[in-house]
């Protein structure tokens, strides 16, 4: 109970989150965010999709007290974004690594550790301990400046996990990473998942956020265009896939009978999933063509809740 | 030395009181203004009521802000902005190559036939070195946390828990210990070079001597010569018959003699200089004047000088200067210690409605003067010398224990004449028609001489400073322009601040009357305020004469009362950078007493506190990322 309580509570959560880019005399440039409403808890992968100029990026900046909102709010772990001491329990990945390139890898993962105040011997255990995580143990005394590009994404996720954030905030994380690296990345995004910590990511890589997300939200223009579970919002719902034999319902009760009366074997007999790409893609597509309206209606999870309670019914 | 700061004579405790009023009467108001002004732009949005909500949380946070600073996140903070300093910028290296470039080739510019050149070293190291970490520390402070916004550094920094006071006190700390650092190594370098330059000795043989002629056949026999000429100069050297001799004053500094027997040949010896780097401890007296009927006036007689630092007394009237001093003992003036008397250095300046001479044309008389000792409780004066006014130099003179009144008693100077330790000094002019010139420090007691090494350090201290309120404001306008736009701003700040004199004048000039710059102690500057003097420039009109009545010169005027009043509130803001540098000091040889150091160190603090609070509230009310 108390895991299932730990679980549904609630890391962020923004309440009509709004901003507005003004110019220096106070007009309005740019509505980079509208009234966003989301939610996100304890222990899941969430993805923040969208394309260019969406508010991906804002709304983490908003969740980090980088920016200030218009109107609105932006809570995480039930206190406002601006507060200082919220930042204790999280760790951000930036989108590039805005480090400092005059200092080396022990040197950068001891100055983060000071401004959490760890005392000597844990930011010693610490630094090591992240150095061989991100596999850098040979360039620990290089400067950043030398670094290359995946190098300094590695150090850059060492910085974001020098506290043992509960939340982590990860904008673009595989961005500058091989495959290997990438393969890396997602695999210890689902293992800090099963450690019990809340991630939410940002990322134009669909198949990467396919891989590790739980629930994901799609922005378009600043406003929230779909908000779900991957494999119900993957779920393409007019069309029945059969992989061995059936067709309807009734089709597929006489396939299923007719192949267990032929003695065959159903492999499966489901909605099949198209894949995120093609979904983001109908959704701006849709979006585009409907500018102001959410064309997918409520979030999918009820939504099967809703049809599955109808079908017991008929039956 | 020119004093020209009231508060430089004042004790520490005498001036804490009244500036500590002050502070908190300004920092007050500003701090309601700023208030206001914050409520008011805030209930436009959102109402009064909820703009007080508003403001009354900001200022708590603020609150919380600052008192839960930690000592380590501040100490991260500064250790990063030493490693960026050093590391990534290389002002640091330029500025160090660039003044040991000027130490090695000073000695091709520097004025080798200076009459003190002690005076001209110690002011070059203390002004180079001065210029080149304030330049430093403006471009340290103002570029560094607008680089890391554009570059994104700070995002990562400011999304771990640390508070905008965190960010900010380890700025100005970090860029405080760098500049220290390169202050500790160029002051020390500094030393070094002066020492070095300044330490030479001259050489003396028997030929170089000859034998001076006595008008009376019983007096002893004089030899005289020079040494030999090093550094452009040399010595007059007298020596008696046993062999004793001295080496005469030149160039601020003199040298020890000795003579020695060897082999039966007589070898002289001239010791290393002396003199030259001191630390004298005046005790200042208080000034006052009477007129060229012996009565008491505010202020001497203006000669037509436009700097009125020193006021004139008429010679060969009532006229005088005279200075009262305070706390003076026997036990200050051992009679072993100074056989000759009671030490009294004097720099004053003489005024001449007509030149000429008369008399022997290779022995042109100066101006004599005069020196009266007056006991305080019988207002009898007493001669005590009779002296030849020195210009452009400090004389040196001795007020003999012993003195003879007119009617030939003889009195004691510290029984007789000092009354519960006050000592009255009066100055007057002998000749007719001339004039002495003389300002509060311009005459002093001399007791003892204190280290040189440490005065020379307290010099540094006056650097150290003005570097730290360079940094300070560096910091703040960082917190909110960009890099470049926050570099001319801070040096406005330095610029403004180093003539803020002026434009205390400049504004009180259009703003009051006579009457009210001389009670605020002003001086007038003529032509007008910056309207009215570039009318008169484009019109080649000169300062003095008045500008034609019209709609013209009333809207010129009428403009500059307004700009005069900013320009009045923004000299009153700014720190005055003169008021910490003590070059001076340490140029002409005074001791920077421990009470002008701790006012100027309270000073500083004054203006950090505010300038921290100001940086920490932009830094916290600006959106980071955008």
């Known amino acids: 109970m108390q895991s299932d309580a730990r679980q549904s509570e609630v890391v962020i959560e923004t309440r009509n989150l709004t901003k507005v880019y003004r110019d220096f005399w106070g007009r309005q440039k740019v509505r980079a965010l509208k009234a966003l409403d989301l939610e996100v808890r304890r222990g ?34 039930g206190r406002d974004a601006t507060e200082v001491t919220k930042n204790e329990r999280i760790g951000y990945l930036t989108e590039e690594s805005y480090l400092y390139r005059f200092l080396n890898a022990e040197e950068t993962l001891d100055f983060y550790g000071r401004l959490f105040d760890m005392s000597r011997a844990q930011r010693r255990q610490r630094t090591f301990d992240l150095i061989e995580m991100v596999g850098l143990d040979w360039a620990r005394k290089r400067q950043l400046k030398e670094y290359s590009k995946g190098m300094a994404r590695r150090i850059g996720l060492a910085q974001a996990l020098i506290n043992d954030p509960e939340l982590i905030l990860l904008d673009e994380p595989t961005t500058g990473l091989d495959p290997i690296g990438t393969r890396e990345m997602k695999d210890l ?4 998942r099963d450690e019990g910590k809340t991630i939410l990511l940002c990322s134009h890589l669909l198949a990467d956020v396919q891989d590790v997300c739980d629930r994901i939200a799609i922005l378009y223009q600043g406003e929230l265009k779909e908000l779900g579970r991957v494999e119900d919002l993957l779920k393409v719902r007019d069309v029945t896939e059969i992989c061995s034999r059936g067709l309807s319902k009734e089709a597929q009760r006489e396939v299923r009978a007719v192949i267990a009366k032929h003695n065959g074997e159903v492999l499966s007999m489901d909605n099949p999933t198209t894949t995120l790409e093609r979904l983001f893609l109908d959704i701006i597509e849709e979006s585009k063509a409907h500018p102001g309206r959410r064309v997918r209606g409520v979030e999918r999870g009820k939504e099967e809740k809703g049809e599955g309670r109808r079908e017991k019914g008929e039956g | 030395m020119v004093i020209e700061r009231a508060s430089a004579t004042l004790s520490f405790y005498e001036w804490f009181p009244t500036a500590a009023l002050s502070w908190l009467v300004v920092v007050g108001g500003v701090c309601l203004a700023a208030l206001l002004i914050g409520w008011l732009a805030t209930a436009v949005r959102h109402g009064p009521l909820a703009a ?7 200022l708590a946070n603020a609150a919380v802000d600052v008192i839960c600073i930690s000592p380590r996140r501040v100490w991260a903070l500064g250790w990063l902005a030493v490693r960026e300093s050093i590391r990534r910028r290389g002002a640091v290296a330029v500025v160090f190559a660039v003044f040991i470039v000027v130490l090695m080739f000073a000695g091709w510019f520097l004025d080798p036939t200076s009459t ?12 180079a070195t001065s210029y080149l970490v304030l330049v430093l520390a403006l471009f340290l402070s103002a570029f560094s946390l607008p680089s890391d916004i554009k570059s994104k550094t700070l995002h990562t920094v400011v999304t771990k828990p640390v508070r905008a006071s965190e960010v900010v006190l ?24 002066v020492v070095r330059w300044l330490s030479h000795s001259h050489e003396l043989t028997v030929d170089n001597l000859r034998v ?3 008008s009376a056949k019983d007096k002893p026999e004089l030899h005289e010569g020079f040494t030999s000429r090093v550094r452009e100069h040399r010595h007059k050297v007298t020596v008696d018959a046993s062999g004793r001799g001295s080496v005469a004053m030149e160039k601020g500094h003199w ?48 000669v037509g000088y436009i700097w009125a630092y020193r006021s004139y007394i008429e010679g060969g009237k009532l006229a005088a200067a005279i200075w009262t001093f305070d706390g003076v003992t026997e036990e200050q003036f051992p009679e072993k210690q100074f056989p000759k008397g009671l030490p009294l250095e004097m720099t004053i300046e003489v005024f001449r409605t007509y030149k000429g001479y008369t008399g022997d044309p290779d022995n042109i008389p100066g101006i004599p003067g005069s020196l009266s000792i007056r006991n305080p409780k019988t207002g009898k004066w007493v001669e005590a010398r009779i002296f030849t006014a020195k210009e452009f130099t400090t004389d040196v003179l001795y007020i003999p224990r012993e003195l003879e009144t007119s009617d030939r008693r003889k009195l004691d100077l510290f029984a007789d004449l000092i009354v519960d330790g006050k000592l009255e000094v009066s100055l007057r002019c002998m000749q007719r028609q001339q004039y002495f010139g003389a300002a509060q420090a311009d005459l002093y007691l001399r007791a003892r001489d204190s280290s040189f090494t440490l005065n020379f350090i307290k010099g540094y201290v006056g650097i150290w400073l003005q570097m730290v309120l360079i940094i300070g404001f560096g910091v703040l306008f960082s917190t909110f322009l960009s890099g470049a736009v926050a570099a001319i701003a801070t040096l406005g700040v330095l610029v403004g601040g180093l003539f803020r004199s002026f434009m205390f004048n400049l ?21 007008g305020g910056p309207i009215e003097a570039a009318i008169r420039m484009l019109t080649h009109q000169n300062l003095i004469t008045d500008m034609e009545p019209g709609l013209r010169t009333t809207v010129a005027k009428m403009v500059d009362v307004v700009l005069s009043l900013g320009m009045y509130v923004t000299a009153s803001i700014l720190p005055g950078f003169w008021d910490y540098s003590f070059a001076d000091y340490v140029a002409y040889g005074f001791d920077i007493s421990s009470h002008t150091i701790l006012q100027s160190a309270c000073s500083a603090l004054g203006y950090l506190v505010p300038l921290f609070v100001a940086a920490y509230l932009f830094l916290k009310t600006r959106e980071v990322a955008r």
Not at chain 1, 48 to 56: F, V
Not at chain 1, 189 to 192: E, F, V
Not at chain 2, 118 to 127: D, E, K, P
């Open chain 2, 255 to 302: 040298h020890d003699f000795s003579a020695e027997q060897s082999r039966g040949k007589t070898i002289y010896r001239i010791g290393p200089a002396k003199g030259m780097l001191l630390a004298r401890v005046p005790i200042y007296g208080t000034l006052r004047f009477l007129d060229r009927t012996g009565r008491k006036a505010d202020k001497g007689v203006n």
């Open chain 2, 170 to 193: 380890g700025r100005i700390l970090g860029f405080v210990a760098v500049g220290t650092l390169l202050l500790v190594v160029m002051g020390a370098m500094s030393y070094g070079f």
């Open chain 1, 189 to 192: 995004i689902l293992r800090l």
């Open chain 2, 116 to 127: 003190h050149p002690a005076r001209l070293y110690l002011s070059f190291v203390l002004t």
């Open chain 2, 52 to 58: 007080a909500r508003i403001v009354g949380r900001v």
């Open chain 1, 44 to 77: 899941e992968v969430f993805g923040l999709l969208g394309p260019n100029g969406s508010g991906k990026t804002t709304t983490i900046k908003l969740m980090l007290g980088l920016l200030f909102p218009t109107s609105g709010q932006a809570l995480v772990f």
């Open chain 2, 212 to 214: 001076v002629e006595q």
């Open chain 2, 507 to 527: 504004a009180a000039s259009q703003l009051m009357n006579e009457e009210g710059l001389k009670e605020v102690g002003r001086e007038k500057v003529m032509g």
